[in-house]
């Protein structure tokens, strides 16, 4: 199976893996539904997965393999916490459009 | 007894603490008690010094001893501790100090009985005492400046006392500001004096002064700024302008600050430094120049005044000239011995002044006044006394120490003794000329002031009486050899002119000329007092009022010769204008403006920032991103 993982050169994975982190990273900064910003997040999140487990396989050392089992069960807590948070958002605001929370202005 | 020197000067210290703090609290009694008693000990205790060193003197010693009170400072080279010396020229100051002060304390019961400032008043008389004591007495130039300061000092608390009137407030301001010019010459002489001798005690600096060249520059430099701090003191030109201005004070302290002790410290000092003077012949014509410019502006400038008071305020400032005079010509002792006889009639002249002023119910003003013989025989007869011995009419004192000048003067330069000349008979002329407006023809005030003339009480009266006596046999301490006295002052001064006489070229004048000097000068002023006598008071001549056109020589006269205005002009304005514009432009626009600005700075780069706090999460969030690179791009950098 590494054969498989290692017939596409590292280079490969790296510019895959920072494109759809750049991706992750603008639609963080530009979407204002509050949904998609969370999934934007996750994006990033798994696209730092994938490389981790890109270079865990092309140096043979495990342990970027069992960072990624750690950055999964973050992302799924996370999530859960945010969703929590957009529901009260919602609650109050009747709204998930980030814009509208600007309290915290001059 | 010795030992007990210290007390001369604690007693009045004493007296001014008890006073000054208890001045609420205490009864106007208890303070003329504590007030003139501290000061009669501080007498009683001098005459006791007095006593030891004119035994000593007698015996044919040097009588001069240090005697160490405590240690103040000692840093690297520099020893100081305050010290006293008690030798024949303190132990006579000693005298004057304490004797004329007590009586003019005694005086100031009866003058300042109605006034509300009672207790303070004397509490600053006794505080003078202490700083005059110290000036005195001190075997250290150190010491000595402590007192000049500090009788500065209380000249400008004096002078101001009635402080809630402005003007009187600006003249001790005035006294005290021209004072300080002369304090910092003085400070800069001590300097020069450590820096070339190496200490500043009188029994160190002399000796070392006595082996050096005639006309050495250190010494010159160093009596030429002690003349200044002395013309400063003792109101000579160019600082002599205070004086006048000083008869805003009550009359007591023009009597003891103004005419016997404070402005005598300027001769004193010059007297004790004798031997650094005589090492600068230049600086001693200077000084005898200045001593007779002054004693002939000063003169000139009281034959026109009409205030009592401003009228003895020149007289003052005249007689120190001729002490100056006497000074620049050598004539230590007799400029001494004018200090004496100056202080018996010039004290007595302003407390009969200051008696005539409280029977007129405050008036000062000559023209106001005339006839006052029969209401105030006492001070009539103790004034009379003291105007025949400022004219210097034999045998009174006066006559005795003017002669003495005047001969060592004619000795020196003829033109020396012109200018004292005419300044005697200017002199003789005005004192009989207020002599005359004030007893004598028909009373010239309101009839209120003629309901309330009356004789001063005891307090008032007995001063004046022993100031009398003491004007009418004072000259008999320094009879010369022509008149067939011993010279007592003199031979009991020896010591501390010892230095001096050796360097100086000795004083010869034929006694026969002493005979025509001393005939012309008193002929001189019994003639002007007797042209006085017939323009006052047969013709009855009254000075004109306020308004009226004068002739030149008389308005430059009665204007003071414009002085002040000059110094006005020269001096002041300019240091106004200077202090305006350091104020206004360097403090307040650019010193402020930068602090100031400093702050608005702040607050408006404060509301710039803040506009940051948008409130928008996307552009917070952005800037989280921006930082993170900024990191990222570090770490790379630097690793």
């Given at each position: 199976m590494f054969e498989t993982i290692q017939s596409v050169p590292l280079n490969h994975y790296i510019l895959f893996c920072s494109l759809i982190f750049a991706i992750g990273v603008i639609g963080v900064l530009t979407r204002r539904n509050v949904i998609v910003i969370m999934m934007s997040i996750e994006l990033m999140l798994n696209s730092v997965n994938l490389l981790l487990v890109a270079f865990s396989v092309f140096f043979g050392d495990s342990s970027g393999q069992v960072f990624v089992f750690f950055v999964m069960a973050l992302a799924a807590a996370e999530v859960a916490v945010g969703l929590a948070i957009i529901m009260m958002v919602y609650r109050n605001t009747r709204s998930i459009d980030i814009d509208i929370l600007n309290r915290l202005r001059w | 007894m010795i030992d007990l020197i210290w007390l001369v000067p604690l007693l009045p210290l004493i007296g001014f603490l008890i006073n000054g703090l208890g001045r609420n609290i205490l009864s106007k009694n208890l303070v003329a008690w504590i007030g003139c008693g501290v000061v009669f000990f501080s007498f009683l205790i001098s005459c006791v010094l007095f006593n030891s060193v004119y035994q000593a003197r007698q015996l044919g010693e040097d009588a001069a001893t240090t005697i160490q009170v405590f240690e103040w400072f000692k840093v690297g080279s520099l020893s100081v501790s305050m010290s006293f010396l008690l030798d024949p020229l303190s132990a006579i100051m000693l005298l004057i100090v304490t004797g004329i002060g007590f009586l003019i304390h005694i005086y100031s019961i009866g003058y300042m009985k109605l006034d509300l400032g009672f207790n303070k008043f004397f509490s600053y008389l006794n505080l003078f005492i202490f700083f005059m004591l110290l000036l005195v007495l001190g075997s250290n130039y150190l010491i000595m400046f402590i007192g000049w300061e500090g009788v500065g000092l209380c000249s400008y608390l004096l002078i101001g006392f009635w402080y809630k009137n402005s003007s009187f407030a600006s003249a001790g301001k005035k006294a005290f500001v021209m004072n300080r010019i002369g304090d910092l010459s003085f400070l800069i002489a001590v300097l020069l004096m450590f820096v070339s001798?190496?200490?500043?005690e009188f029994g160190g600096v002399f000796p070392q002064a006595a082996k050096m060249v005639l006309g050495d520059n250190t010494v010159v430099l160093i009596s030429f700024l002690l003349f200044i701090a002395a013309t400063g003191k003792s109101a000579q030109?160019?600082?002599?302008?205070?004086l006048p201005d000083a008869?805003?004070?009550p009359t007591p302290v023009s009597a003891l600050i103004?005419?016997?002790t404070m402005v005598t410290a300027g001769v004193y000092m010059i007297v004790r430094s004798n031997i650094l003077f005589t090492l600068s012949p230049v600086v001693m014509q200077l000084i005898a120049v200045i001593g007779l410019v002054t004693a002939l502006v000063a003169a000139a400038t009281a034959i026109t005044q009409n205030d009592i008071k401003k009228v003895l305020a020149y007289s003052t400032v005249s007689q120190l000239g001729y002490m100056f005079l006497g000074l620049g010509v050598g004539a230590f002792t007799g400029a001494l011995f004018h200090v004496i006889t100056h202080a018996f009639f010039k004290a007595l002249l302003f407390l009969g002044a200051g008696s005539v002023i409280h029977a007129m119910s405050n008036e000062q003003d000559l023209?106001?006044?005339?006839?006052?013989r029969k209401q105030l025989p006492i001070t009539y007869i103790t004034m009379l006394v003291g105007t025949i011995a400022i004219s210097g009419i034999p045998p009174l004192s006066g006559f005795f120490s003017k002669d003495e000048i005047l001969a060592y003067a004619f000795a020196e330069n003829k033109f020396l003794w012109i200018g004292g000349f005419i300044a005697a008979l200017f002199t003789a002329f005005y004192m009989f000329r207020l002599l005359f407006l004030t007893f004598f023809g028909k009373f010239r005030g309101t009839f209120d002031q003629a309901k309330h003339l009356h004789e001063s009480p005891v307090s008032m009266k007995f001063p004046l009486i022993v100031l009398a006596i003491l004007s009418l046999v004072g000259g008999f301490l320094n009879v010369p050899a022509a008149l067939g006295g011993s010279s007592s002052l003199a031979l009991f001064l020896a010591p501390i002119f010892s230095d001096s006489v050796a360097l100086s070229k000795p004083f010869h004048l034929d006694h026969s000329t002493e005979y025509v000097l001393m005939a012309l000068s008193a002929i001189a002023a019994i003639g002007m007092a007797v042209y006085a006598y017939i323009q006052y008071v047969q013709k009855e001549v009254i000075p004109y009022p306020d308004n009226v056109e004068r002739s030149f020589l008389s308005r430059l006269s009665y204007n003071k010769f414009y002085v002040d205005e000059i110094y006005n002009a020269l001096v002041v304005k300019p240091l106004n204008s200077i202090s305006t514009f350091f104020y206004q432009i360097v403090d307040k626009s650019g010193i402020d403006g930068i602090v100031n600005g400093l702050g608005k700075g702040v607050n408006e780069s404060g509301k710039m920032l803040?506009?940051?706090?948008?409130?928008n999460v996307g552009f917070y969030i952005f800037l989280m991103v921006l930082g993170v690179m900024a990191l990222l791009l570090y770490g790379i950098y630097t690793i």
């Open positions: - | 001798f190496g200490t500043i030109i160019p600082l002599f302008t205070w008869m805003a004070g103004h005419a016997a023209r106001s006044m005339g006839g006052l803040r506009l940051l706090q948008s409130g």
